[in-house]
């Protein structure tokens, strides 16, 4: 968010994000990092979740919403936090970009299988301040480069969880999870 802010460090004046509007939709536990984050630099937070209670967001000190168009329409930086299903596969379509602010930026760091990518082009092309930060590239990534090279940024592959203490900690995990079915026979986090 602070790379898009700044206008991606080019010189050109950037925005605070102190006093700025993050909606979260979805409110899992990568959103409640972000949220705890956003909130340490003044950001005011809402979060949408159709399957929690609003206590879990109040108790995060996170404003809750009651609906998914509300995120669209309230943040200046929206973030997307949900996982690909049936159900959210391209939910995020022309009904919800469509109300979008004229300088909102769109935070993916979900699966670029939730974005109607047609409605994301049309929602750059009308929204002239319309900002799309994402870390997996949509599949019309060259044409939204070529078009709007100044409001994009996409990272060159998924980035979750890509630093050595996350693969460190996989991997200690993965052998938690080994001895534990051998002593316990717990499998919890079984594959198949």
């Not at 950037?14 to 984050?37: D, H, M, N, P, Q």
């Not at 469509?98 to 939730?114: F, G, M, Q």
């Not at 409605?119 to 480069?145: C, G, H, M, T, W």
């Not at 996989?170 to 198949?192: L, R, S």
């Amino acid at each position: 968010m602070i790379y898009i802010a700044r206008n991606k460090f080019n010189g050109k004046s950037g925005t605070e994000l102190s006093g700025k509007i993050l909606t979260l939709y979805g409110f899992g536990w990568v959103a409640r990092y972000v949220a705890k984050i956003a909130k340490g630099i003044g950001m005011d937070v809402y979060a949408y979740d159709p399957y929690l209670q609003d206590d879990v967001m109040l108790k995060e000190g996170v404003k809750p919403l009651h609906s998914v168009e509300d995120v669209f329409k309230l943040g200046d930086y929206i973030s997307l936090h949900i996982p690909v299903t049936e159900e959210t596969k391209k939910c995020v379509n022309w009904n919800l970009l469509s109300l979008v602010k004229e300088d909102a930026v769109l935070v993916n760091t979900a699966r670029k299988e939730i974005i109607d990518e047609e409605a994301l082009l049309k929602v750059f092309a009308e929204k002239k301040k319309f900002r799309y930060v994402s870390d997996v590239a949509p599949d019309n990534s060259a044409e939204i480069l070529e078009l709007y090279p100044d409001r994009v940024f996409f990272t060159p592959k998924k980035m979750g969880a890509q630093t050595s203490e996350a693969n460190t900690n996989a991997g200690i995990a993965a052998a938690k999870q080994i001895i534990a079915f051998f002593e316990k026979g717990d499998t919890t986090y079984k594959v198949n």
